[in-house]
């Protein structure tokens, strides 16, 4: 389940706070708008991105707290961060993986290399993509995917669904009925 956070008051008002200390003026700054990512009802924690792909919060549902995860891109832009919630146990657990995806540092490799080296260009830029590819630089242990709650909220929606295209359906007969009087 993804969203944005309205307003750090509300969160506030519901007794989230900051685990590292933030003071609530920056926090309010840093999560106006901010992305909900991976906030399922049996996970654990979830993830909040601060608007525009910039830093990532971790929020702590059992002690409401959030806290500033020290994620630091090798290139120049927090875009560059990429999160995977892992739901699924295949051997290794569930959890909440932050990956650098390094696009922004090989892009600017790529570029001058090009620059300065066109002759070489295609045994270079092979290395540079097999140096520089992405890697897992955080993971959080989490609940796997309930089955349960998994389904109810997938009936929840085919029921609206249903519900939707049943209103849509009376409404084109109506409409025919009054055009054409063959009610």
Known sequence: MVGTVKARQYMQAEG?????????????NMLYQAGVVDNYPWTKQ????VRGGGALFLADKKTHTIRQLKVEPVGETFNDIETVYQGEDKGEGCYFAIIDN???ARQKRL?????THQLMMSMLKQKIRQ???PKVVMVMPDNCVNKQQQAALAAKRSEEDRK????????????????T???
């Open 131 to 133: 140096q520089m590819t």
């Open 111 to 115: 570029m001058t290399f090009l620059a």
């Open 164 to 179: 939707l295209q049943q209103w849509v359906a009376q409404q084109s007969l109506a409409e025919l009925c009054r055009r």
């Open 16 to 28: 989230w706070k900051s685990a590292d200390g933030m003071d609530d003026n920056t926090l309010h």
């Open 181 to 183: 009087g063959n009610c």
């Open 102 to 104: 390094q696009s922004s």
């Open 46 to 49: 979830f993830l909040l991105r």
